[in-house]
C-alpha cells in the first residue's frame, strides 16, 4: 500500500496544479501564435532567381508556380551555362566547364541556396522579392 501512495503522489506532483496546467497551455499558446505571426511577416510571396556573372546581376526571375519553365542562359568564361528554372526551383542543365559540378547538385529551391559554377564564373542564388537587410554590423 505504501508504494501506492507514493505512486500517487508523485504523479500528482508531475502534473502539477490547474494553475500550472493553465500557465503552460498559455505559454505554449502564445509561442505559437507568435510563430506563426512572424512566419506571415517575414515569409514572401514567390522566392526570386538571380543570376550573376562574377558580381555582375544577369538576370532576375520568380520561381513560377506551375508546370511553367523559364530557360536562361548565361554566357561565363568559359561559354554559356543554361539555366532552368521551374516550379521545383531552379538548376544549371548544361555548362561547358570539365567537372559538371554545377549541372549534378541538381535543382535546388530554399532561400539562400546557391548554385556556382566556379570555372565559368556564374553564380545561381535563390533569393527573396522583398529587399531588405540580412545582417548589419557595426
Known amino acids: 500500500m505504501n508504494t501506492w501512495h507514493d505512486r500517487r503522489t508523485l504523479l500528482r506532483h508531475l502534473l502539477g496544479r490547474p494553475a500550472d496546467r493553465f500557465l503552460l497551455v498559455l505559454l505554449l499558446g502564445g509561442t505559437m501564435a507568435l510563430w506563426l505571426t512572424l512566419r506571415t511577416f517575414v515569409a514572401d510571396d514567390r522566392p526570386m532567381v538571380e543570376v550573376y556573372h562574377h558580381e555582375r546581376l544577369l538576370a532576375i526571375y520568380p520561381i513560377p508556380e506551375g508546370s511553367e519553365e523559364i530557360r536562361f542562359i548565361a554566357h561565363g568564361d568559359l561559354g554559356p551555362s543554361e539555366i532552368l528554372i521551374s516550379g521545383d526551383g ?30 565559368n564564373g556564374i553564380l545561381v542564388r535563390i533569393g527573396s522579392a522583398r529587399a531588405g537587410f540580412d545582417g548589419i554590423a557595426e
Not at 542543365?93 to 570555372?119: E, M, W, Y
Open 90 to 119: 531552379a538548376r544549371i542543365s548544361s555548362s561547358p566547364c570539365q567537372s559538371k559540378r554545377c549541372v549534378l547538385s541538381g535543382t535546388h529551391k530554399h532561400l539562400g541556396d546557391i548554385i556556382a559554377c566556379v570555372p
